[in-house]
């Protein structure tokens, strides 16, 4: 076991050593796994890195990644974010710190279409955030919880994360998608409680209650916006589409509403999106392609195995391993994005799971949770660096204004890992044991 496990150490090591020296991480990947190959003296075929890395792409359901960004690109560009933000407005803009909560019921809704924690905070920040300095919130508070608001974007579905998490541990989409929906919507309510809390101490303003006849038109306005989610999770659920249909499906339906219905969208902006978009999927893509080489040597080199024995020999409660996971994953989220996370330490981690009887779709929200809130704190922080600088606040206050919704997210990630039936009724429930 020894022996395996400085296997995994030189495989990891090596990684994180060309991470640190500013190699992109597709590359740290494919030079990491040769350095172990050359290493293993020839014990493992140098062909391994072409056809690994091919096999790890090999998935038609990978498809629903590109789809998904698209779909959120046109929602943004079409009109429809700005509609769901304008009933979010109407139902929540006369609380005190109203646009905080604007920008969170905001975020909400986007993010189930969107499925992605930056392509949320683009989106929304590019919005609340001016609307906020104009209404005199702190720039540094107005990028911080748009930033916390973000972190839901790959919890509630559908999901990207979601969607690596299940091909990298052969795990239903449409299960880990439903397992998102609970959880969710608690980071919601945490996050505005908090919102609530903070507007109340520091006196935020507040704007005039909306009339009843102004909320029932911004409602109408935004109702075909507002039944994207339920299309794209209903045909999941129901079976009558795949996940990578449903991703086409609303990347079409954003698409046509955006040109035919609120004529926002523009024949000539397609072309800008479909590209973006294909430029942020890709770099994904080419992640998971790289990650290819890392499962295989994971699987071939039985490291899984090693550290369940190595795991086992410390402890044999589930709880102590769920915290330690945790942990794990928080610490990790502070350093690397989502999907290198999810795509090289994963699959290490599935045999641990199930030899402590831990269900891979619980795992998989509190790790995509964790790797959320590593999101937004330090050093990482990409969403927070992204929301700083549409609010053109400096990091170090926008850390610090993030710090009370950061420890409202961790009290949500207690409660899923201590609660499994919050990730998992909603599936069994709908989809069966």
């Given at each position: 076991m020894?022996?395996?496990?400085?296997?995994?150490?030189?495989?990891?090591?090596?990684?994180?050593?060309?991470?640190?020296?500013?190699?992109?991480?597709?590359?740290?990947?494919?030079?990491?796994?040769?350095v172990f190959i050359l290493a293993a003296g020839g014990s493992v075929p140098l062909n391994v890195l072409a056809t690994s890395m091919i096999q790890g792409i090999d998935s038609f359901a990978f498809l629903a990644i590109p789809f998904f960004f698209l779909a959120g690109d046109l929602m943004n560009t079409g009109g429809i974010t700005r509609r769901l933000l304008a009933f979010a407005a109407s139902l929540a803009g006369h609380i005190r710190g109203g646009l905080s909560h604007v920008a969170i019921l905001g975020t909400m809704v986007f993010s189930g279409v969107s499925g992605s924690a930056v392509a949320d905070a683009s989106a929304i920040g590019s919005a609340m955030i001016p609307a906020m300095k104009k209404e005199n919130y702190p720039?540094?508070?107005?990028?911080?919880?748009?930033?916390?608001?973000?972190t839901m974007g790959p919890i509630i579905p559908p999901s990207i994360a979601f969607v690596v998490f299940a091909l990298v541990t052969d795990v239903s989409v449409g299960r880990l998608f439903l397992a998102g929906a609970i959880p969710g919507l608690l980071m919601g309510v945490y996050l505005l409680i908090t919102a609530w809390w903070i507007a109340r101490r520091r006196n935020f303003p507040r704007a005039k209650r909306a009339r009843a006849g102004e909320v029932v038109r911004s409602?109408?306005?935004?109702?075909?916006?507002?039944?994207?989610?339920?299309?794209?999770?209903?045909?999941?659920?129901?079976?009558?589409?795949?996940?990578?249909?449903?991703?086409?499906?609303?990347?079409?339906?954003?698409?046509?509403?955006?040109?035919?219905?609120?004529?926002?969208?523009?024949?000539?902006?397609?072309?800008?999106?479909?590209?973006?978009?294909?430029?942020?999927?890709?770099?994904?893509?080419?992640?998971?392609a790289a990650s290819g080489i890392f499962s295989w040597l994971v699987a071939n080199l039985a490291l899984g195995e090693t550290l369940v024995k190595f795991f086992t020999s410390l402890t044999d409660s589930r709880w102590v391993m769920l915290v330690i996971i945790n942990v794990f994953f928080l610490?990790?989220?502070?350093?690397?994005?989502?999907?290198?996370?999810?795509?090289?330490?994963?699959?290490?981690?599935?045999?641990?799971?199930?030899?402590?009887?831990?269900?891979?779709?619980?795992?998989?929200?509190?790790?995509?949770?964790?790797?959320?809130?590593?999101?937004?704190?330090?050093?990482?922080?990409?969403?927070?660096?992204?929301?700083?600088?549409?609010?053109?606040?400096?990091l170090e206050k926008v850390f610090r204004e993030a710090w009370p919704f950061t420890v409202a997210l961790v009290a949500v990630l207690a409660l899923v890992t201590f609660i499994p039936s919050l990730a998992l009724w909603l599936p069994e429930m709908l989809m069966g044991k």
């Open positions: 020894t022996g395996q496990l400085l296997q995994l150490a030189l495989l990891l090591g090596a990684f994180l050593a060309f991470m640190a020296l500013g190699i992109p991480v597709v590359f740290a990947m494919g030079l990491s796994s040769l720039p540094a508070y107005a990028a911080a919880v748009v930033a916390a608001a973000a409602f109408a306005d935004a109702l075909l916006a507002l039944a994207m989610p339920g299309i794209i999770i209903g045909g999941i659920v129901g079976g009558a589409v795949t996940p990578t249909e449903a991703g086409a499906l609303a990347a079409v339906y954003a698409g046509l509403v955006g040109l035919f219905v609120y004529r926002e969208l523009r024949p000539r902006d397609v072309a800008r999106i479909v590209t973006e978009s294909a430029i942020n999927s890709g770099l994904i893509l080419l992640m998971i610490i990790w989220g502070l350093a690397l994005e989502p999907a290198v996370a999810l795509i090289t330490l994963v699959p290490l981690l599935v045999p641990v799971a199930k030899a402590y009887g831990i269900d891979l779709v619980q795992l998989g929200v509190v790790v995509v949770l964790n790797l959320m809130i590593g999101q937004l704190t330090p050093p990482s922080g990409v969403v927070t660096f992204l929301t700083a600088q549409i609010a053109g606040a400096p």
